[in-house]
């Protein structure tokens, strides 16, 4: 007779699993932040004052963040997947690939739209470029201008429209130059056609 293995056993635990009490605070204090930032600013909260209008000790803060560029990144992850499952269902669902590239960057641009303030708090504009979190979209749009066929040297011309979706630009055009949002996004659209179509 074969012996039947118990299903738990066969299950890989975590040595060190998360405590409840942690994933709450780690929550809460995501909550605390961005609400904060939304009232006050990014530049404007503390560390501290993050953790005294959570009613934590600094220490429980700095165990989950070390610092409030990471705290950013956390908030941000949430938009950012969200982004990337949309990108998907409509790279799958839609064939026209034009249009697939315009709505991706308008997408993209309302992204930094809404997280500006986050965005910011990268050190620089190479490093912001750089992000990890945001290579795909590079990416995605040579991707894209590949299916397109467009002529000329396509990681140039990705890296030209992925340059005007960095915050910094977004930040001068909005900001600097007192564009609106659909102004920025009209005019981004419109170098798109003008760079890709013949």
């Given at each position: 007779m074969t012996a039947t293995v118990p299903l738990n056993s066969l299950l890989?635990?975590?040595?060190?699993?998360?405590?409840?009490?942690?994933?709450?605070?780690?929550?809460?204090?995501l909550e605390t932040a961005a609400a904060l930032f939304a009232a006050q600013g990014v530049d404007a909260v503390s560390m501290t004052?993050?953790?005294?209008?959570?009613?934590?000790?600094?220490g429980t803060l700095?165990?989950?963040?070390?610092?409030?560029?990471?705290?950013?990144?956390?908030?941000?992850?949430?938009d950012q997947r969200s982004l990337q499952e949309r990108t998907l269902l409509r790279l799958r669902d839609t064939s026209d690939v034009l249009a697939n590239l315009c709505w991706f960057l308008g997408?993209?641009?309302?992204?930094?739209?809404r997280n500006a303030q986050f965005l910011c708090v990268s050190t620089g504009v190479v490093e912001s470029l750089q992000q990890p979190a945001h290579w795909w979209w590079r990416q995605t749009i040579r991707g894209l201008l590949m299916q397109l066929g467009?002529?000329?040297?396509?990681?140039?011309?990705?890296?030209?429209?992925?340059?005007?979706?960095?915050?910094?630009?977004?930040?001068?055009?909005?900001?600097?130059?007192?564009?609106?949002?659909e102004q920025v996004r009209g005019g981004l659209l419109d170098a798109v056609e003008r760079l890709v179509l013949p």
């Open positions: 890989i635990s975590d040595p060190h699993p998360t405590r409840s009490d942690a994933v709450k605070n780690h929550a809460l204090l004052a993050i953790a005294e209008a959570a009613g934590v000790g600094k700095y165990r989950h963040f070390e610092n409030k560029t990471e705290l950013c990144q956390a908030l941000l992850d949430a997408e993209a641009l309302g992204f930094v739209e467009a002529a000329g040297d396509l990681d140039y011309l990705a890296d030209t429209l992925y340059v005007l979706l960095d915050v910094h630009t977004v930040y001068f055009l909005r900001q600097v130059r007192g564009y609106s949002f």
